[in-house]
């Protein structure tokens, strides 16, 4: 078989420089182009298809597989394994969730989970704008694409800046319009870093995902026009099902 990369590939495909090429990545390059052959919604043949077809172990097959489950290319469906649809990308900027999988043909939707006020710990209070012991808003909802769970989002603001959030507020729309629109607050500039996690076991139940699924993590922190700050965001995404995208220019 032919193991040389094609154009985006990983260099020499993954294959060690000595040559010696493991079963289940054997396997799972075959799989590999099989799944583009039957495109999104073709079902995979059976694990004891395969390592019949492969000559090789249903471990092996399993281990492909798993591979290709965590790299977002197969899910499951019912009892069996499908080919996945393309991952979502999410711009990293200003703007919201709800523009960035519009953007790309899905509908996107939230389920509130908890919107709950507390008293502003000092960690938080420069990040958010408010007083120790103010009033802060904690709001957790469920990341939809088209009804499909595919992260999970916290958002605190300061009750000073949104003192109606749990009547005005429509929890499956976007905080950002309505920040906009009806509070007639602008986005001036936020800091965002990005690492990678595995979900708690809560996390992961929300979500709807086998908590050894790798999950992209997003922390960010806004500010108005002003400059002051706004808002705190923990969102937590799939990894099987995101992938992130900017655009970069020449600093002078």
């Known amino acids: ?41 073709g079902p995979l043949p059976t694990e004891r298809d395969l390592a019949v077809r492969y000559e090789v172990s249903r471990e092996t097959v399993r281990q492909a597989i798993r591979e290709l489950l965590l790299e977002g290319r197969l899910r499951r469906r019912g009892r069996g394994t499908v080919v996945a649809g393309p991952k979502l990308e999410q711009p990293l900027s200003l703007a919201s969730y709800t523009e960035g999988v519009r953007r790309q043909g899905r509908r996107p939707g939230r ?25 802060v808003w904690h709001m957790e909802r469920v990341l939809l694409a088209d009804d499909e769970r595919v992260g999970l989002e916290s ?18 729309s976007s905080f950002y319009a309505y920040l906009h629109d009806r509070l007639g607050i602008a986005f001036g500039d936020a800091d965002e870093r990005i690492e990678t996690v595995l979900a708690t076991p809560r996390e992961a139940l929300l979500v ?34 995101f992938s992130f995208t900017t655009h970069l220019g020449r600093q002078d």
């Open 1 to 41: 078989m032919n193991y040389q990369s094609t154009p985006g590939a990983p260099v020499r495909s993954g294959v060690p420089e000595h040559g010696r090429v493991p079963k289940y990545y054997a396997v799972k390059a075959k799989l590999a182009l099989m799944v583009d052959e039957l495109g999104e919604g």
């Open 111 to 135: 389920t509130l989970i908890s919107l709950d006020r507390f008293p502003c710990p000092e960690a938080l209070a420069p990040e958010v704008g408010a007083e120790r012991g103010a009033p």
């Open 155 to 172: 958002t605190y603001v300061s009750e000073a800046r949104a003192p109606r959030l749990d009547v005005d507020f429509d929890p499956d």
């Open 208 to 241: 709807g995902t086998p908590p050894a699924l790798p999950m992209l993590l997003l922390h960010r922190v806004s500010r108005d026009t002003d400059g002051r700050p706004l808002e705190r965001v923990r969102t937590l995404y799939r990894g099987d099902r």
